[in-house]
């Protein structure tokens, strides 16, 4: 059983699933400045690695775009697989990296892992083995991931994707999910000039640079689909405008100072407020609107 909201939603676990099981676990979308990181999960029984063996998995970034669209579509109908995947939001990305007490991008990562874990383990199956492309030093991930699951064998390795066919299967579920999250992206934003020509979304890509450089603004920064907290976002915003704003309360209901509130100037384009915050001062009616509250800014009255 899995708890989504307010509402129970009933999993049906395979009858394989009660014996020993492996889990293969890779990501897609690490170093592009654009759309999510995308973690994903493949899983089945330890008896059945000599099929999966022969089912073509290979590390996505080896197989063109068709062969990992029809690779997915056939493990989603092959009953003896299930798979999982946390689809890690670009404004969650950098909202972490830029907070007080910062979060890098192989914590991130590394949660995202775990959780993945925790989720089908929860789920009833029963790991025994989980095999993972490595971030960071394989040795320190290894014993992190173990001290964590000490009932399971993990295994981290670099290559992993090509090494193990359970990580190259989670590869192209990673892959495929963010191909297409990023393909359907549904902008926030309602500037008419929003165009989709962004290229792979990689910082050296020239098509994902003049589409960063058409699309900054002076005050608000970048579209939801760029992680700003990226160093290669700063070089747009040489010409950027400083903005002040007034600081929320504290989260205990006190002020800042006395006066309950204090200037200070906004140095990275993006928000510094955690999401659900700023929705629960939307819903309150208190406060501004959740789009300045979220980017921590405030009206000017002149520059």
Not at 122 to 145: F, N, R
Not at 195 to 205: K, Q, T
Not at 217 to 232: A, E
Request: include cysteine; glycine fraction near 8%.
């Amino acid at each position: 059983m899995r708890r989504m909201g307010s509402e129970a939603v009933v999993v049906a676990v395979p009858e394989w699933a009660s014996k020993p099981c492996i889990m293969g676990i890779d990501e897609a979308g690490r170093g592009p400045v654009l759309g999510p990181m995308v973690y994903g999960c493949l899983y089945c029984a330890r008896s059945y690695q000599k099929t999966l063996a022969t089912l073509s998995f290979a590390d996505s970034k080896t197989l063109k775009e068709e062969k990992r669209e029809e690779l997915f579509e056939a493990l989603k109908e092959n009953d003896s697989i299930g798979w999982a995947v946390d689809v890690i939001d670009p404004r969650e990305l950098s909202a972490k990296m830029l907070k007080k007490n910062k979060i890098n991008l192989n914590e991130i990562s590394h949660d995202s892992a775990m959780g993945l874990i925790d989720r089908v383990l929860k789920m009833g199956v029963l790991l025994t083995e989980v095999y993972i492309d490595t971030v960071g030093d394989p040795g320190k991930y290894e014993a992190k991931l173990s001290k964590v699951f000490p009932s399971i064998k993990c295994v981290v390795a670099k290559k992993a994707d090509s090494l193990y066919p359970v990580v190259s299967g989670a590869s192209i579920v990673a892959k495929v999910t963010r191909d297409r999250a990023v393909r359907e992206w549904v902008f926030d934003e309602t500037a008419e000039n929003m165009l989709r020509n962004f290229g792979s979304g990689y910082p050296a890509d020239p098509q994902t640079k003049s589409w960063l450089e058409g699309h900054k603004h002076s005050i608000f920064g970048f579209p939801s689909l760029v992680r700003f907290s990226w160093g290669t976002c700063t070089t747009y915003f040489k010409d950027g405008v400083d903005v002040l704003w007034e600081s929320d309360k504290d989260e205990d209901g006190g002020s800042n100072n006395q006066n309950g509130k204090r200037q200070l100037k906004l140095s990275n384009v993006g928000f510094a407020t955690s999401k659900k915050r700023s929705e629960e001062i939307e819903s309150s009616g208190k406060g501004r609107s959740r789009f300045f509250q979220a980017r921590k800014l405030e009206h000017l009255p002149y520059f």
